[in-house]
């Protein structure tokens, strides 16, 4: 049956296109969920490039950990506040090409990074980039689920490992091209943004099409199998999810302070080279890439709720040891906390498509805002702690947010949410 018959459809038509959807349905297109990872992939890359341009900023502006953190913020507060609102309007009118939208913002961003020559432009390109991630994300996810035949979790999987290796080969670029060559060669990484445009453009138009032939199908897609089943009084699902973001909220300022600051730390307390530094950070970006792995093959053997309880509780006591350790010790314990700390986000984000079914955008956007917005709240306070107390004050601190973990006591057990 052609996709024309399907759209003009008489009522035998509409019969025999019935079980053709249901296969349909049943198959993962892997060729746009491994696109969308690409593209996660460079987005993330490109992105990650501004922390790791952090000790180049510091020395060339004469900047103050307090202003690293606002760079922080201003780079994920621009995705915090966008991403639900791109989230809440694509749910009612998605928009297949804004996903090439989104990268030309980072695109824009990145040339103007390259030759901002004050603060107040770095911060500028800083918050371009991360509007540029506020679009990728909602609706990367919605067509990633789109895409999944029924296989979320294995999807959400695949979307959110090439995030993360983006994020990881992010710090690994920049000790062996930016360090050398200087903040101007950020306009190189302009042309990853070029290809994931016209990556996204192809993707775009999958979707466009998918839509066209079939919206109840896509509609099925997006809201998944799980969709009114969750029984929980209104009062119930905003507790649960104001559980989700504290956990969120520990995972997170604690990741920052790793993510932000573990370069510094590195070099004040081991003397360590900045190239040599950015290493390290590589290490534990490729910890979370693991962890996310683990997670998500973990969490649909085990269920959701026990991986969020390992994954922030179990967290903790490394953490703990972190500020006390050598130099061996410090890798070997930054990487494990990443590993483990990884493996909570697949879990949450999932779990709360579970609870708000039909929401795919409002989720997504809500959850990956939730997340650049509190690692950036964090990183700014973060950099205040360091500049009046040090930088190693900052790391035995931060591990006692992890007990907020403690919470995933009170989530929800019913067997929908935690299958």
Known sequence: MTDNTMAAGSAPAAAQASPTAAASANNTTFAVILSLSFCHLLNDMMQSLVPALYPILKDSYALTFGQIGFITL????????????????TDKKPQPYSLMVGMGFTLVGLLLMSQ??????????????????????????????????????????????????????????????????????????????LVAMIVLFQVGSWYKARRTVS?????????????????????????????????????????ASLGSYFTFYLIQKFGMEVQTAQLYLFAFLVGIVVGTIL????????????????????????????????????????????IIMASAFSAILVYAQDLLPGRVGLVAGMFFGVSFGLGGLGAAALGEIADHAGIEAVYKVTPFLLLLGL??????????LTR
């Not at 201003?74 to 309007?89: D, E, I, K, N």
């Not at 050598?326 to 990487?335: D, M, R, S």
């Not at 919470?407 to 929908?416: D, G, H, I, Y």
Request: glycine fraction near 12%.
């Open 295 to 338: 997670g998500g093959l973990v969490g649909d053997k085990v269920g959701r709720i026990p991986v969020m309880w390992f994954s922030i509780l179990g967290a903790l006591p490394f953490a703990l040891m972190l500020p006390y350790a050598n130099l061996f010790w410090t890798g070997v314990l930054a990487v494990t906390v990443a």
């Open 116 to 193: 901002a020559s004050s603060y107040p432009v770095i911060l500028l390109a800083a918050a371009l980039i991360g509007m540029g991630s506020s679009v990728f994300h909602p609706e990367a996810s919605r067509v990633a689920r789109m895409a999944a035949g029924g296989r979320y979790g294995l999807a959400q999987s695949l979307f959110q490992v090439g995030g993360n290796m983006g994020s990881a080969a992010g710090p690994l670029l920049a000790a062996f091209i930016v360090v050398p060559q200087g903040q101007q060669s950020i306009v190189w990484f302009s042309a990853a943004a």
């Open 215 to 255: 919206k109840p199908a896509a509609r099925k897609a997006a809201t998944g199998p799980g969709a009114g089943v969750v029984s929980l009084s209104r009062r119930r699902v905003g507790i649960a999810v104001a559980i989700l973001v504290a956990l969120l909220f520990s995972k997170n300022v604690y990741s």
């Open 74 to 89: 201003a780079f994920q507060c621009t995705a915090s506040m966008l991403q639900p609102v791109v989230g809440m309007y």
């Open 407 to 416: 919470l995933t006591a009170f989530l929800p057990r019913q067997p929908s």
